[in-house]
């Protein structure tokens, strides 16, 4: 199998040297997204020349028409598929097939949004990957390995950053990429013309409260309290926090029963299993599979559907935050009755 770290990946782009098919894969979904966003601009590819599909909802048959489709006054096209794991079973060989004698005007990129395991790597998918293109993986940061990504986030912003500074945020925010640089964009901005982020700053901005209420705004959704979720988001929103973090947190905790519903369902593995397959927490997770009862798995593909919408609005809609929220908040509550 061609398994490629990304750093070498993006060496190669640099140098204006791609491969037809990558398929990234990993549970790190910021990592994910990074590479893709420097594949395209290394390509120079437009909006023209680029299609998105996403499996189940997308047709195969239209996946490889757009794979075979010739770029508009341009070398190349990119087509991204995402949620390749979920390709249904039925058209599986027949996309194998279709990866061996991939395009070359067409840069083809499927992504494999969950931690690999080891079985997953003798997928056929995997296989057909690596024989015609790249494999990248893209597992989540040891802690050990944050330090040094805060240090590069901070320096791609023109500032500087203490090590008790970053230690601190690294206790604060954890080790999601997404919220730990929704922080370091809020430090730089508050360091103003400094150029070093001290653990001063990080302590003036620190989220006790606002944390404490983004986990309650998770609680609330996954148990379907509609009322608790619409007074937290609003408590949220007036306290300055950011929209995207309610989002992402609302995002992660419908995915989160979403993929536990499938294994459940369709995969017919026990609470146990599950709980170990998603990493569930003994205490703060206990109520975990009580709720996830009141969810259907066709309410969570909605609800899934609804927050990406709802993130569109957020960012090209004239729509009031707290509306946006509210709508989500009270259609999620509703698919899941």
């Known amino acids: 199998m061609a398994n490629i770290k990304y750093a070498e990946a993006l060496s190669q782009w640099k140098n204006g040297k791609f491969r037809d098919l990558y ?7 910021y990592l994910i997204e990074e590479a893709v966003r420097a594949l395209s601009d290394n390509l120079k590819i437009d ?23 010739m770029p508009f006054l341009a070398g190349r096209r990119l087509v991204i598929v995402k949620n390749v794991n979920r390709l249904k079973s039925a058209d599986l060989n027949k ?59 901070v320096r791609s912003r023109g500032k500087k950053i203490s090590a008790g500074a970053i230690k601190y945020l690294a206790n604060e925010s954890g080790s999601n990429l997404l919220d730990l640089e929704n922080e370091i964009e809020k430090l730089v901005l508050f360091c103003g013309k400094r150029q070093e982020i001290g653990v001063d700053d990080v302590e003036a901005l620190s989220g006790h ?8 705004l998770a609680d609330a959704v996954e148990s379907s309290d509609c009322r608790s979720a619409l007074k937290i988001s609003e408590k949220l929103l007036s306290e300055g926090e950011i929209p995207l973090r309610l989002i992402a947190t609302i995002h992660r905790t419908v995915k989160r029963l979403a993929v536990a519903k499938s294994l459940a369902e369709e995969r017919g593995m026990s609470q146990q ?17 009580a709720r996830l009862s009141k969810h259907t798995m066709r309410g969570l593909e909605k609800g899934l559907e609804d927050v990406l919408e709802a993130d569109l609005e957020l960012k090209s809609s004239s729509l009031p935050e707290e509306m946006v929220f509210e709508r989500l908040i009270i259609s999620l509550c509703g698919y899941s009755a």
């Open 273 to 289: 299993e599950i709980r170990q397959e998603l990493n569930l927490n003994p205490y703060f997770d206990r109520n975990f599979f």
């Open 209 to 216: 409260t606002k944390q404490a209420n983004l986990n309650g």
């Open 47 to 69: 909006s023209l020349n680029t299609e998105t599909f996403s499996f189940p909802e997308a047709d195969l048959n239209d996946v490889m028409l757009a794979a075979q489709t």
């Open 23 to 29: 398929l990234l894969a990993g549970e790190e979904i």
């Open 95 to 153: 996309f194998v097939e279709f990866l061996k004698f991939p395009t070359e005007s067409v840069c083809l990129v499927l992504v494999w949004p969950e931690r690999v395991r080891k079985d997953d790597r003798k997928h056929s998918l995997f296989r057909a990957a690596g024989e015609s293109g790249d494999v990248m993986e893209f597992r989540a940061l040891y802690d050990s390995e944050l330090p040094g990504w805060i240090i590069g986030q």
